[in-house]
């Protein structure tokens, strides 16, 4: 029945025809034909016609034949459920008959419709599909055994746990023994497919491969010495992946292992050197790592190092011979589409944890921000893999290091200096303490070679720099500080606009570690920034942007000065009146101006007006396209919110930097209309910048608040959902601000929160930020009304002393705990069974205000009084020595 169908010989060069102009490079004509083509999809065997070029037509050219397939590949995406059956059947049947087309091409283009076919849930459905493909892996023809595992290959690739699971009968327990065979085949292609079948399986521990794992392992490294560079793929991908679930299997051929792997990552191919470098990154974060690794470090280091070095094609590909660019503009393609990072309300730390979170401004190494690069490579992969061993390793490197430092350093080819450089970015995390000694004449040494005539060398100096910028900064300021950063300012205004990009990211780093230490040097080094606005083009202008923006976060109201004022709001406003609404640019430059607007306080005051009304359209016309586009969603594409987010998130950095000064704004807008309906979007990054701004106004001018607390009060317990850490924790600290405001007309409310709040206190695994702020919430819920939340006191009391005993001294912490000091005297035997964490609590506050200290004192005293001398000397030996004394000292208990 199927195959009696033929082809209308004139509708057949209709087609031909589309298909010919389809390949022509004018959009215009592209559009045409998208056009026709959705009109052909009205016929039911418009699809036959597809499948008969791709199969039947052998006369055509291939592209156009494979073209064919290709648009039959869209169609079965977008109407496969609308397909008549007789023509499923008959794609279905040509595809399995001509799967040996002598084409490489259309065997491919067949591979992939077929597995287009099978995600469409047609696994279960195409009875016939696997045992066919199986069977013809055995043919003796050399194409239609590779057209078939080229669709497998692509099979395992989309369908992986379909093939694992009961609904098909488990088909795993035939193919992997099946795959395995051909590991040995005479021909390279099919190896290579074999390989990628049974890699699908790895990472997920598949059981049908668990059982022949020693086999699989065998097969593997039968072709350690394979010829072919994707064999040899292959096999180091499989390698890499085993280590993460059956590194037990692979321990006992570990030597032999590492010494093919080191061959490989010198592989003249540099794809293969690639999969093979991988190996070293996923070692690193195994525990044997150090044992089985150490006694080769001599001779891995030195291959790292070596990957780490431009090659040839990088230079070419990366213009590195074109010293000065910065007069062409860029292509818009160079240009990433960037993430903006909505806010989260988050707590400052006591001193000693400050240093865990080491920045990871390692993460771009190399910084070849091109295209070109962009995508992961050997010199980036081996400068990850150094990073993460030094982390292991720690000094233990030192010894291979120094030589090979020494040797690459003083370099008289710039290329090979280069890479010294970037091994010393590398190592700076994992290897700090053995550094000190040495940093104080390489620092002198890179500060110079930021003035090196080649520009790769001084953009890779930049970043190195910056990942020593921790022990730079706590040195005499006149020693390193003072002359990296009178260069580092030369190299903003570098004329190669790399080094202009390593430059601006370096800085914002120093910036970060730098905070108020760089405050005697702001007017230098905002001269610096405001004349790289005239200078910049399009890319780099927007990391300037965030380096402004972090200037401003990091030296805070010390920028509050007319003469920074001056130098620095006109051009920010000038870039801001040139931009349009629909400009994707205004992100960062909304993100720069929110940092400036919470550091000018109210010296941002003359800017606030049109700043603040532009936040307000950007966000009312954002909601209106949403309401356009739910009402007929297929007349129009749906809005990018990140305009709404960012306008929400500058709000938010308006109302903490002016305070009071906002009310008149906010009172002649409909802003908290607008936000009442940002709270309820789908989006959480949506609700997670609208609770922020919730959070600000309240202690901007709360009054404008007030009358909607009964409509915003239920929103906020509906998104107490610690699934979405960071809407989670912003409504939480929202609830907290407004409790404060509201006093005891809170009392209503807290039936709708408390019961979350506890939950998530007493989740496992909640992330620190969470923790502190629901701790924070709960405790000022009980400030403004003790007895609700007292009688809960025994389910969050242990949780709630110690999320907060890492905080430093400020306005939230003393509210909290004035809450639980005010509840404790409600119910006292609330904390019985948890004292002792209460009494760690009190003892982490530096300097408590005077009456707080007071009640401490009567809390500890009055325990002390009830339970009596002997009973508290037993209790308070448990507490450790530190805790005793500081009790002792502070409050004589």
């Known amino acids: 029945m199927a195959m009696s169908w033929q082809p209308e010989p004139n509708g057949l060069q209709q087609i031909l025809q589309l298909l010919k102009e389809s390949q022509s490079p004018h959009t215009e004509t592209q559009r ?188 593997l490294f039968a072709l350690a010495s394979d010829e072919d560079c994707e064999v040899r793929k292959n096999v180091c991908r499989a390698l890499v992946m085993l280590q993460e679930v059956r590194m037990d299997r692979l321990l006992p051929h570990m030597p032999d292992i590492i010494e093919y792997i080191l061959m490989r990552t010198q592989d003249a191919d540099e794809t293969v050197a690639l999969e093979a470098c991988e190996f070293w990154l996923t070692l690193a974060e195994q525990p044997i790592c150090r044992d089985v690794l150490a006694i080769h470090l001599n001779r891995l280091i030195p291959v790292l190092v070596r990957g780490m070095k431009y090659s040839e094609i990088d230079i070419i590909l990366l213009k590195g011979d074109v010293e ?83 040797e690459t350093l003083f370099h008289p080819e710039w290329e090979v200096k280069e890479s010294g450089i970037l091994v010393l970015g590398a190592i700076a995390e994992g290897c700090a303490n053995a550094m000190i000694p040495h940093l104080p004449e390489l620092i002198p040494f890179l500060i110079q070679c930021l003035s090196e005539k080649k520009a790769l060398v001084r953009s890779i100096t930049c970043w190195t720099l910056s990942r020593y910028s921790h022990w730079i900064v706590n040195q005499p300021h006149d020693m390193y500080l003072k002359p990296l950063m009178s260069e580092l300012l030369k190299r903003i205004l570098d004329s190669n606009k790399r080094v202009q990009e390593a430059a601006c990211s370096a800085f914002a780093t120093l910036e970060e570690e730098a905070c108020t230490e760089l405050v005697p040097y702001l007017g230098f080094i905002l001269q610096t920034l405001v004349y790289a606005f005239k200078k910049y083009q399009h890319k780099n202008l927007l990391i300037l942007y965030d380096a402004i923006g972090t200037l401003a976060d990091s030296v805070g109201h010390h920028l509050n000065k007319p003469e920074f004022i001056n130098m620095l709001m006109p051009p920010l406003i000038e870039k801001w009146n040139t931009l349009k609404d629909e400009d994707k640019d205004l992100f960062p430059l909304l993100e720069c101006l929110s940092s400036v607007a919470t550091a000018l306080q109210s010296g941002f005051l003359p800017y606030s007006e049109p700043v603040y009304q532009r936040c307000v359209s950007l966000t009312e016309k954002t909601l209106l396209q949403i309401a356009e586009c739910n009402a007929n969603p297929d007349a129009m594409e749906p809005p990018d919110k990140d305009f709404m987010i960012v306008a929400l998130d500058l709000l938010s950095g308006l109302a903490e930097g002016l305070e009071g000064h906002i009310e008149t704004l906010v009172a002649s807008s409909n802003i908290m209309t607008l936000l009442f309906q940002c709270m309820q979007d789908r989006m959480p990054e949506v609700r997670q910048s609208s609770f922020a701004l919730l959070g600000d106004l309240t202690k901007a001018c709360f009054q404008h608040v007030r009358p909607c607390i009964s409509d ?58 969470l923790l502190e702020n629901t701790a924070i919430t709960i405790g000022r819920l009980g400030y403004v009304c003790p007895d609700v939340v007292a009688p809960m006191l025994p389910q969050f009391i242990r949780q709630w002393c110690t999320s907060l005993r890492n905080i430093r001294d400020n306005e939230e912490k003393d509210s909290a705990f004035r809450g639980i000091c005010a509840m404790i005297s409600v119910n006292p035997g609330g904390v019985v069974q948890d004292f002792i964490f209460f009494c760690d609590a009190v003892a982490s506050w530096q300097n408590p205000k005077e009456d707080l200290k007071e009640m401490f004192y009567k809390i500890l005293h009055g325990f002390k009084n009830q339970v009596g001398e002997e009973n508290w000397k037993r209790f308070s030996d448990q507490f450790p020595l530190p805790l005793r004394e500081r009790l002792a000292a502070q409050y004589g208990v």
């Open 32 to 219: 045409s034909v998208q056009q026709k083509l959705e009109q052909l999809n009205q016929y039911p065997d418009f699809n036959n016609y597809l499948i008969f070029v791709l199969t039947k037509l052998k006369t055509e050219d291939e592209p156009t034949r494979s073209l064919s397939g290709l648009i039959l590949k869209n169609n079965v995406k977008a109407h496969f459920h609308n397909f008549p059956s007789e023509v499923t059947e008959f794609i279905k049947s040509e595809c399995l008959e001509n799967i040996g087309d002598p084409s490489p091409l259309i065997r491919a283009t067949i591979g992939i419709l077929i597995t287009t076919i099978a995600t469409k849930g047609e696994l279960q459905n195409w009875q016939t599909l696997l045992p066919t493909l199986c069977q013809q892996l055995d043919s003796e023809d050399y194409n239609t055994c590779e057209g078939a595992f080229g669709a497998l290959q692509k099979i395992c690739e989309d369908s992986a746990d379909v093939l694992d699971s009961d609904a098909l009968n488990r088909p795993l327990n035939i193919l992997i023994p099946k795959f395995l065979q051909f590991f040995k085949h005479q021909t390279p292609k099919i190896r290579s497919h074999a390989i990628a079948c049974v890699n699908q399986f790895i990472i997920s521990k598949t059981q049908a491969l668990m059982l022949h794992i020693d086999a699989f392992i065998q097969n």
């Open 324 to 406: 000065e660019d910065e007069m062409i503009p860029d292509s818009e393609q160079d240009i990433k589409p960037r993430f903006h990072k909505s806010r989260t309300h988050s707590q400052q730390h006591s001193i000693e944890e400050e240093d865990d979170d080491v920045s990871d401004s390692g993460s771009e190494y190399g910084l070849d921000d091109d295209d070109a690069l962009s995508d992961w490579n050997l010199r980036k992969c081996s400068a990850a893999a150094l990073d993460v061993l030094a982390n292991v390793f720690r000094d233990e490197l030192m010894p291979v290091l120094l030589p090979i430092l020494k």
């Open 712 to 769: 915003f009060l239920p929103i906020l317990g509906q998104n107490l959902n610690p699934e979405f850490i960071s809407v989670c924790n912003n409504a939480t600290w929202a609830i907290g601000e407004v409790s404060i405001q509201m006093g005891a007309e809170m009392r209503e409310y807290i039936p709708h929160v408390l019961n979350q709040l506890t939950e998530i206190i007493n989740r496992p695994n909640t992330p620190k930020t």
